[in-house]
């Protein structure tokens, strides 16, 4: 993991110094899985500095960044921005007519989610969705 955490690390700082926005997103997004919960709240800040580069016009990147940010904020126990946040990701997902965005999404969604008794139903939607 250690080993895959510089990897991204390094392509961050080549996407901030080429203003690669894409690759700066790709990066922040994998940062997801490689980081113990512990560490998420530094990943969520590259995933909101991710989404502050990308243009508005991309939303299949910020569909991913959004549903991966989503899972980095539960980790890093801002649970109360998870389900905005969640949402947000799942209707971009959706608008990009992309199955395996959108698939994506909803797995990151479903695991930002979890652990709350309230997000219950909202789980259970999304999942029929991941699965249909």
Same mark, same amino acid.
């Given at each position: ?6 990897? /991204?690390? &390094?392509?961050?700082?080549?996407? &901030? ?5 894409? *690759?700066? =997103?790709? =990066?922040? +997004? ?5 980081? +113990? ?8 800040? /590259?995933?909101?500095?991710? !989404?502050? *580069? /990308?243009?508005?016009?991309?939303? @299949?990147? @910020? $569909? ?8 980095? !904020?539960? =980790?890093?126990?801002?649970?109360? @921005? ?9 209707? %971009?997902? &959706?608008?990009?007519?992309?199955? @395996?965005?959108? =698939?994506?999404? *909803? #797995?990151?969604?479903?695991?930002? %989610? #979890? ?7 909202? &789980? %259970?939607?999304?999942? #029929?969705?991941?699965? $249909?």
């Amino acid at each position: 993991m250690d080993e895959s955490f510089d990897q /991204l690390m &390094r392509a961050i700082r080549v996407a &901030r110094q080429h203003n690669n926005a894409e *690759l700066f =997103a790709r =990066a922040a +997004s994998a940062m997801v899985q490689v980081t +113990s919960d512990f560490g998420q709240h530094h990943t969520a800040r /590259l995933l909101e500095e991710a !989404l502050g *580069l /990308l243009p508005q016009s991309d939303t @299949r990147h @910020r $569909a991913l960044v959004l549903a991966h940010l989503a899972f980095a !904020l539960r =980790a890093a126990g801002h649970s109360e @921005r998870v389900q905005s946040t969640g949402k947000q990701a799942i209707e %971009l997902a &959706r608008e990009t007519g992309d199955s @395996r965005i959108l =698939a994506i999404a *909803l #797995r990151f969604v479903i695991m930002g %989610l #979890r652990g709350n008794p309230e997000t219950l139903n909202q &789980r %259970l939607v999304y999942g #029929r969705e991941l699965v $249909a």
